[in-house]
C-alpha cells in the first residue's frame, strides 16, 4: 500500500469493507476491518463482521412468511370492506364513535406499513442487482444493509418483550442501557 501511495506516514487508519453473499444460506455478510495507527507506532486492529438476511422469502421460513403475510392482507381487506359499508350506511355519524375511529386509525397503519415494507424490499432487490452488475458500488448498500438490519432488530425487541410478557411496556427497573437485543 505505501508502495502504491494509499498510505503515508500522515496516515491514521486504514479500512477494508467489503460484503459477501452465501447463496446457501442467502446471508449477506458485511466485513469491516479498520486499522488505526496510533502515535506511538502500534496498530490497533477492529474487526466487525455482521450478517442480514435481505431476501425475506428464502427457504420454507419465508413461505411461511409469505402466506402468514398475505392471510394477513386479506383479512384487513376484508375488515375494510366491512367499515366502508358501514360508513356508507350511518355517513358522517359513523365517525362519532370513538372505536370507529381507531378501527380507521388501524387500517390506515397497516397500509402505511405495506407501502413502506414493499418499497424497501423493492429497492432492496434493485440495490442487490445494482451492486452484482456493478462490483465496488456499496454506497446504497450500505443504506439498505442499515435499513434491513435495524428492522430486524425492532422485530427482535417486539418478540423479546412479548415472550417476557411486557407487551412493549417497561418494568420500572427497565432503563434503556439495560435492554438488551439479542
Known amino acids: 500500500m505505501e508502495a502504491n501511495h494509499w498510505i503515508d506516514e500522515y496516515s491514521k487508519a486504514v479500512l477494508v469493507e467489503f460484503n459477501v453473499l452465501n447463496p446457501n444460506s442467502k446471508l449477506f455478510n458485511q466485513i469491516i476491518l479498520v486499522f488505526e495507527y496510533t502515535p506511538d507506532g502500534n496498530t490497533l486492529r477492529t474487526t466487525c463482521v455482521s450478517q442480514v438476511q435481505l431476501y425475506r422469502y428464502a427457504g420454507s421460513a419465508g413461505v411461511v412468511a409469505l402466506l402468514s403475510e398475505i392471510g394477513c392482507a386479506i383479512f384487513v381487506l376484508v375488515i375494510t370492506v366491512i367499515e366502508v359499508v358501514k360508513i356508507c350506511r350511518k355517513r358522517l355519524n359513523y365517525f362519532k364513535e370513538v372505536w370507529n375511529v381507531l378501527q380507521w386509525s388501524a387500517i390506515m397503519m397497516f397500509y402505511i406499513a405495506v407501502?413502506?415494507?414493499?418499497?424497501?424490499?423493492?429497492?432492496?432487490?434493485?440495490?442487490?442487482?445494482?451492486?452484482?452488475?456493478?462490483?465496488?458500488?456499496?454506497?446504497?448498500f450500505r443504506i439498505v444493509y442499515y435499513s434491513q438490519q435495524r428492522c430486524s432488530q425492532d422485530q427482535k425487541w417486539h418478540v423479546q418483550h412479548q415472550e417476557q410478557g411486557t407487551h412493549g411496556r417497561r418494568n420500572k427497573s427497565d432503563a434503556p442501557w439495560r435492554m438488551s437485543l439479542k
Open 115 to 140: 407501502v413502506v415494507y414493499t418499497v424497501r424490499s423493492l429497492w432492496t432487490v434493485w440495490v442487490v442487482e445494482d451492486l452484482m452488475n456493478n462490483p465496488g458500488t456499496q454506497k446504497l
